[in-house]
């Protein structure tokens, strides 16, 4: 007999309507916030709307900034292109190559990963969420993607969706439940839209503050001053354009008639002027004069943008645009930067991207189980330097040493490890190997000493015997 579906009792149904209406009354309150962003003075002046500012932004507008400024894009590919530089591995504590490592390594090459997470990061940063489709090798129809998958699986593809493409269908409504609030299924867009289930799905908020399902886009904070950085931009390139092409009042002559016919020609004669036609006039009883023009530096006002833009995104300035000396930051700012990105790639990247899929991949089959139920992601050193950023380092480390050996008392004040550790900033490992060259060294020393007192020792007998001999003789 087929399983007969329970029906929700009056009280159950009636929580599930409050817990429903206290997520409505959360994000209706969401948008009443932004919806009053540029209001002032109860109500009579809208900032947003004299300045020319949208008053609600969606993942086209955010879509259409990436594609078309380059500053939008810069904002988006910088933190991103940065964050998964270099290689991405999975750690055990065993030192030898486990199978989940091996495995790990196979499926990143395999299915491009890398890929994947970069372009999902930035789908994600676009709009309020992105996801990552997992494309097990038990979906044959449609309607397979509905159910969780069970057993050992095998991870077939990835495909990193954004907002528009994969909607959350619907949301766990029962506070009693772990997912709480989550989304419980989405709908893949297309000619037929396709049901998913979550467990086949990563979902990844963009800038999470009050909600998990949907972050804060990275461009809205900034879209104002994009805009702004568009009017001065493109405002001066036509300034300079009307200025290149001034206009021109003519002044007609006393007691000179300007008949229609000599008005025509001077008319088609400035049009042929104007677009280049023709370098001269012919004119008569009419006096030209170009109007004046001023051309402004907007050099001022678009850095005045670009600082706001930096102090909100967190990009340095000289990161975001490269400096005056090329695209090299300073020391400080690439130093604040690759702390900056490597709390991204902690609190964000692993957290919401790397962690979340190896541990599905993990609880359905795809990648084996970690020998002791926890790994490591290990990411790449963002502070290797180039060999001549490596000859300046070594040389000014080379005079500090050179300093500190001159003062006979400094070791005194200062050990020399700790010189080593605070002034010279060298690592643990560093340190380590040189006491250990310290120690051979003053070992050798020793042996030499020791050798030295050997030899003199012999000597010594050699003297004593050839004396011995001598006396015998005599």
């Known amino acids: 007999m087929p399983n007969k579906i329970k029906k929700p009792t009056q009280k159950e149904m009636m929580e599930e309507m409050q817990a429903l209406e206290m997520l409505q009354g959360s994000l209706l309150s969401r948008a009443k916030a932004l919806n009053n962003a540029g209001i002032q003075f109860r ?23 990436y594609r078309r400024h380059d500053l939008a894009k810069a904002i988006i590919d910088k933190p991103i292109e940065y964050t998964w530089r270099g290689d991405l591995t999975i750690l055990e504590a065993d030192d030898e190559t486990t199978l989940l490592e091996q495995e790990w390594m196979d499926m990143l090459r395999q299915l491009k990963l890398k890929s994947v997470f970069s372009r999902i990061d930035r789908l994600a940063s676009l709009g309020r969420y992105g996801v990552i489709l997992l ?9 397979d993607f509905s159910q969780p998958p069970s057993g050992n699986r095998k991870l077939v593809y990835v495909r990193p969706l954004a907002e528009t493409q994969a909607l959350v ?32 799905v990563i979902h990844i908020p963009s800038e999470v503050l009050d909600d998990e399902v949907y972050g804060i886009p990275r461009l ?28 021109y009042q003519g002044a007609v002559e006393d007691d000179f008639n300007l008949s229609p016919e000599r008005k025509e020609q001077l008319q088609e004669q400035l049009q042929e002027y104007e677009h280049g036609l023709r370098r001269f006039l012919i004119n008569k009883g009419i006096t030209l004069e170009a109007l004046r023009s001023e051309v402004a530096d907007p050099a001022g006002h678009v850095d005045v943008q670009l ?14 645009v490269g400096s005056e000396r090329g695209e090299l930051a300073s020391s400080e700012d690439q130093n604040n ?13 692993e957290t919401w991207i790397v ?35 490596q000859a300046e380092v070594g040389l000014t480390r080379s005079r500090s040493i050179g300093e500190y050996a001159k003062e006979p008392t400094a070791m005194d004040v200062l050990p020399p490890d700790s010189f080593y550790k605070l002034i010279l900033q060298l690592s643990d490992e560093e340190i380590s190997i040189i006491q250990q060259e310290r120690n051979k060294m003053i070992a050798d020393e020793s042996d030499d000493f020791q050798d030295a007192d050997d030899e003199e020792e012999t000597d010594e007998e050699e003297t004593d015997e050839e004396e011995t001999d001598e006396e015998e003789t005599e």
């Open 43 to 65: 109500g009579e002046r809208d900032l947003f709307s004299i300045l020319g500012y949208p008053d609600r932004l969606t993942f086209q507008n955010f879509y259409s900034q």
């Open 135 to 143: 494309g097990f090798d038990d979906t044959r129809t449609p309607a």
């Open 169 to 200: 269908d619907s949301t766990e409504t029962n506070p009693t439940m772990e997912r709480y609030g989550m989304p419980t299924f989405y709908e893949l867009q297309g000619e037929s839209p396709i049901r998913i289930h979550y467990s086949r």
């Open 220 to 247: 809205e904070a900034v879209y104002n001053r994009l805009m702004d950085l568009e009017k001065i931009i493109g405002g001066s390139a036509e300034m300079f354009w009307r200025g290149a092409y001034p206009g």
């Open 307 to 320: 600082q706001m833009i930096s102090a909100s995104t967190g990009i340095p300035k000289r990161i975001l």
């Open 337 to 349: 930067w690759f702390d900056k990105v490597e709390s991204r790639r902690e609190d964000f990247a």
């Open 355 to 389: 962690r979340p899929f190896i541990e599905r991949c993990i609880e359905f089959g795809a990648l084996s189980k970690p020998k002791k139920e926890q790994f490591t992601i290990e990411w790449t050193e963002l502070r290797s330097i180039g060999k001549k950023e």
